[in-house]
């Protein structure tokens, strides 16, 4: 899971890229638009995910027995839910300004989900 998580979000990092640079939305078209932030999701999914690790392993409360299973689990489940974040404020701005009001929002957002994922709900 690791390995193929790190491909993946090297892929899509050169596939944003690539889309940045070479084309525009005009030229995309709608599914173009949606690809880019499907790919971005992907893309911040890996950062996530290597930073909950990062602050898993860091934190040092988890036995060292239990430390690769639980960790990968546990990083990967609030991963996915921190990747959001970025991702909605890319959708914000596209639409209008980015304000200290969806800021706001987002980071709410971002507290709630993680809080239900830290008591297993979603």
């Known amino acids: 899971m690791n390995k193929l998580l790190l491909i993946v979000s090297v892929f899509a990092f050169i596939v944003l890229l690539m889309m940045m640079f070479l084309t525009s939305p005009s030229k995309v078209g709608p599914v173009g638009v949606l690809v880019f932030f499907t790919i971005s999701y992907l893309f911040f999914l890996g950062l996530a995910v290597l930073c ?22 546990k990083s990967l489940r609030y991963g996915m839910v921190i990747a959001i974040a970025p991702v909605a404020l890319l959708i914000a701005g596209s639409l209008s300004g980015i304000t200290i009001w969806e800021v706001l929002l987002v980071g709410i957002l971002e507290i709630l989900l993680c809080f239900l994922t830290s008591r297993n709900v979603i």
């Open 52 to 73: 909950c690790r990062l602050f898993f392993l860091l934190r040092g409360k988890l036995n060292r027995a239990k430390v690769t299973g639980n960790i990968e689990k």
